[in-house]
Every structure is written in C-alpha cells, then in structure tokens.
C-alpha cells in the first residue's frame, strides 16, 4: 500500500502534484495487488468531525428523551433544546471575538454544553408548568416564572464562567479553547434562555390550546 501524506505549505499546489503522483502510479499498478490512499491532517480532521457529530446528535437525542419522559410530551423538549442551540451560537461567537481556534477539546466544550445547559430551560418550563396547573393564566407563570428564576439561573452561570476564567485566561493551547467555548456558550444561554423559551413557550401554548379546541 502506498500513502501519500498532505502538505499544508502551498496546499492548492500541492494538492495538484499529488493528484498528478496518484495518476501515474495508479496506471502503473495492479489494482488487485495495490492500494493508493490520500492521508494526513485533513484525512483526520474529516474523520474527527464526522465523529463528532454523530456523538452530539447522539446526545441530544439522548437528553430528548430524557426530558420528554419528565415532562411526558414529546413536543416540550424541543423547546427546552433551544437553549442548546443558542449555547453552540454562543461558543462560536465567543471564539471568533476572542479569536481563539476550534481545537478537539473546544468541540468537545460544545458537546459538553449540551447536557450544562439545559437545565436552565427545564428550570424555567417546570415553574411555568406548576403555575399552570395551580389556576395561573398562561402570561401570569410565564412572568412569574422568569421573575423567581432569573437569579438562581445567573448565580449559576456567574458561578460556573468565575471557576473558568482562570483556565481561559491561562494561555494553556490545549485547555483555553475549551474553557472559552463553555464560558461563551453558557453566558449566551443563560441570557437568551430567560428572553427566547418563555416567548416560545407562549408561542407554543396558543397552538396547543387551538389543537384541542379544533
């Protein structure tokens, strides 16, 4: 088997050559006898973020399934993922400001957001679900559920970016990108998470209650 490894120095040149390289000595060989492979960095770049993905959509499936046991809908969950979502915005937006490259262990960061950030979701929907079921008028829990709910949901996020601030700050190249990944995400969440999910949540109410009437 013959490999030929990638070069990052004049990539698109370099790229040209080898395919060149290939050509010729894929007509010298017996394909039964030989192999040609394309190898290297970008060959292990391609395969890491193909793990990576099927790892995360793995584990929001996972966290799907959890939530919709709690909350015995199918449909609830989804708004609780939201919160995910703005995470993954807002590490990517954190990196890019400061400037700070998407490493494995910052992908991992993102990853990791999905099971630290969903709670602040379940926390807000959980309350509006008791208020409900208390006599509340649909915009009486929502409020009230963001009003009760919105210190201890930023006393944690403050809590969690603090403890991180030094590792971000520390230059360290393995562990910063993380660090700066679950900051970013977690700051982000927090705060759209008290805006977004009690607005959808409203959203989503009024389709429910014309589904039943209907």
Known sequence: EITIRDCPENEENYKENVQEIVKDAREGLDDNDYAITLGGENQAQHDFFSEITILCTSVIFLVYLVIALQFNSLSLPFLVLVAVYLAIAGAILGLFVTQTPIS???????????????????????????????????????????RTRIRPILLTALTSIVALIPVAVSGDALFTPLAVTIISGIMFSAVLTLIIVPMMYLVFHRFRRRKREA
């Open 104 to 146: 494995f262990l910052a992908v991992m960061g993102m990853v990791s957001l999905t099971g630290i950030v969903v709670r602040n979701s379940v926390v807000l929907i959980e309350f509006i679900e008791q208020g409900l079921k208390n006599g509340m008028n649909v915009k009486e829990a929502v409020v009230e559920s963001g």
